[in-house]
């Protein structure tokens, strides 16, 4: 079946860098792009951006450009979301999700299997 | 950017009773040549991922209950629970996927009455 496995949280001083990993099974790897998704503290979702796992291509939404960066090894199925300089305005949970067709539409679409999240706590 | 507005912020509904969420959108999400609405509709229960429930506006995913019902076009969509259960308690939101930057709406809160 399908599943995204992500790392575990983390907790970083402000100024530090940040990798979460989040580990794909039961699919193709490289025929889904993955999102990523941030949920501060009891507040919404806001969508991050994706990257398209065939040609590499990451998409970053406004708001997470520059210190966000979207990898991926296909090797071991493992997408990452890296954020440095971080702030504690970063501080949320983290999650990817697979989307269903954005590597063939070349734009987001809807995400139909989630990770359970990556909490990351940036305070000094 | 499109911008997504979900109404209303929460609503206490009584067990086996309907529940309705709006969401609507700053423009429009119905693309004529194919007669399709892009917009999803997820359920996000406390401590746990978001799940997908519709998609295409009214377009049940496997497994999910058929009391879970999507309706509307082009720019104001709803969703409805027709008869709440104790386990769908949970953060609703709604989701455009029409342009390259996706968005999500703010979230609305049922709990039971």
């Known amino acids: 079946q399908v599943q995204l496995v992500q790392s575990g949280s983390e907790l970083k001083q402000p100024g530090a860098s940040v990798k979460i990993s989040c580990k794909a099974s039961g699919y193709t790897f490289t025929s889904y792009a993955i999102t990523w998704v941030r949920q501060a503290p009891g507040q919404g979702l806001e969508w991050m951006g994706w990257i398209n796992t065939n040609t590499g291509s990451p998409r970053y939404a406004p708001g997470f450009t520059g210190r966000f960066a979207f990898s991926f090894d296909t090797s071991v199925r493992t997408a990452y979301l890296q954020i440095s300089g971080l702030r504690a305005e970063d501080t949320g949970i983290y999650f990817c999700a697979r989307d269903v067709d954005a590597v063939t539409r070349g734009i987001a679409n809807y995400f139909d299997y989630w990770g359970q999240g990556t909490l990351v706590t940036v305070s000094s | 950017d499109i911008v997504m507005t979900q109404s209303p912020d929460s609503l206490a509904v009584s067990l086996g009773e309907r529940a309705t969420i709006n969401c609507k959108s700053s423009q429009n999400l119905l693309y004529s040549p194919n007669n399709r609405n892009y917009l999803a509709w997820y359920q996000q229960k406390p401590g746990q991922p978001p799940k997908l429930l519709l998609y295409?506006?009214?377009t049940r995913e496997s497994g999910v209950p058929d009391r879970f019902s999507g309706s509307g076009s082009g720019t104001d969509f709803t969703l409805t629970i027709s008869s709440l259960q104790a386990e769908d308690v949970a953060v609703y939101y709604c989701?455009?996927?029409?342009?390259?930057?996706?968005?999500f709406g703010g979230g609305t809160k049922v709990e039971i009455k």
């Open positions: 989701q455009q996927y029409y342009t390259h930057l996706s968005t």
């Open positions: 295409w506006a009214s």
